[in-house]
T-cell receptor
Framework: GEDVEQSLFLSVREGDSSVINCTYT??????LYWYKQEPGAGLQLLTY???NMDMKQDQRLTVLLNKKDKHLSLRIADTQTGDSAIYFC???????????WGLGTSLAVNP | NAGVTQTPKFQVLKTGQSMTLQCAQD?????MSWYRQDPGMGLRLIHY???????DQGEVPNGYNVSRSTTEDFPLRLLSAAPSQTSVYFC????????????FGPGTRLLVL
């Protein structure tokens, strides 16, 4: 069945760039998302990209999509301690609104 | 707009009790869904609705009921709570026919003893 995979942990130093990677199996996914979850909080939509795009930039966030390899990445420039959170990759299952979720990447930002 | 709201924020139940988790959205979204989040398991879809009067099962529907009498509200009912239902529950909504960003409520933390 459809699957989304992410590495579980990433540790970076404050001020460095963070890159969180995600691979997915459903080639018909039209929307690909990144959500952020801080401890004890809900899921905040960070950004998303349509499948007909290669890149989307939004302030410190850059999303890259390699549709051939089914690979999605989220780059956070100038990472701050406030960026410490779990980041979830999600894709819609085919041409509908069900989402397939990765297990999340826990980002630790060290001062 | 308040977005997606959920009540209560926290709840403790005894095994066998029933309760309803409330979810409401004021964005006129057609699609609403319920997820549970457990450590190491990610988010799993419980039930979803594509519009008022229409509901369907997700991957883990057993032990839960839903109804959608209005566009705004999508309550989740636990019929007879079990310790395995201890989890964090999130409600989400979106619009559009083929996808689009899903917006989440703040979650309900449920402990079943």
């Amino acid at each position: 069945g459809e699957d989304v995979e992410q590495s579980l942990f990433l540790s970076v130093r404050e001020g460095d760039s963070s890159v969180i990677n995600c691979t997915y199996t459903d080639s018909s996914s039209t929307y690909l998302y990144w959500y952020k979850q801080e401890p004890g909080a809900g899921l905040q939509l960070l950004t998303y990209i349509f499948s007909n795009m290669d890149m989307k930039q939004d302030q410190r966030l850059t999303v890259l999509l390699n549709k051939k390899d089914k690979h999605l990445s989220l780059r956070i420039a100038d990472t701050q301690t406030g960026d410490s959170a779990i980041y979830f990759c999600a894709v819609n299952a085919g041409n509908n609104r069900k989402l397939i979720w990765g297990l999340g990447t826990s980002l630790a930002v060290n001062p | 707009n308040a977005g997606v709201t959920q009540t209560p924020k926290f709840q403790v139940l005894k095994t066998g009790q029933s309760m309803t988790l409330q979810c409401a959205q004021d964005m006129n979204h057609e699609y609403m869904s319920w997820y549970r989040q457990d450590p190491g398991m990610g988010l799993r879809l419980i039930h979803y609705s594509v519009g008022a009067g229409i509901t369907d099962q997700g991957e883990v529907p057993n032990g839960y009921n839903v109804s959608r009498s209005t566009t705004e509200d999508f309550p989740l009912r636990l019929l007879s709570a079990a310790p395995s239902q201890t989890s964090v529950y999130f409600c989400a909504s979106t619009t559009g026919s083929s996808g689009g960003p899903q917006y989440f409520g703040p979650g309900t933390r449920l402990l079943v003893l």
